[in-house]
Nanobody, 130 residues
């Protein structure tokens, strides 16, 4: 099980980035995928989660309150990839962003708790200049 996050970079305040989380070794659409971030000196926090689109999971999506209306999570099953589209970025969004899964179809909870996810990608740096 491997996840690889990419797409980070330096962007001006108000700009946009799209992060990608590519999976190898498993079919990503069968499982919930979450995005977390960790800013310098702060604890890792949950950003968003998308459940499997299979059956009863229905692709349910959760967002942290601080990104609602600005970020959008989505899947491209043909590419075995989950995306995080980030718009209207501010300096407070500067962080290393990680994708994670616990190899189950549902997002563990809407609270997006780090300890509930056991498989992590390596992270991608997002820096927003003001």
């Amino acid at each position: 099980v491997q996840l690889q996050a990419s797409g980070g970079g330096l962007v001006e305040s108000g700009g946009s980035l799209r992060l990608s989380c590519a999976a190898s070794g498993f079919t990503l659409d069968r499982y919930a995928i979450a995005w977390f971030r960790q800013a310098p000196g702060k604890e890792r926090e949950g950003v968003s989660c998308i459940a499997s689109s299979d059956g009863r999971y229905g692709g349910t999506i959760y967002y942290a309150d601080f990104v609602k209306g600005r970020f959008a999570i989505s899947r491209d099953n043909a590419k075995n990839t989950v995306y995080l589209q980030m718009n209207n970025l501010g300096s407070e969004d500067t962080a290393v962003y990680y994708c994670a899964t616990d190899m189950i179809g549902a997002c563990r909870s809407s609270d997006l708790i780090e300890d509930e996810y056991n498989y992590w990608g390596q992270g991608t740096q997002v820096t927003v200049s003001s």
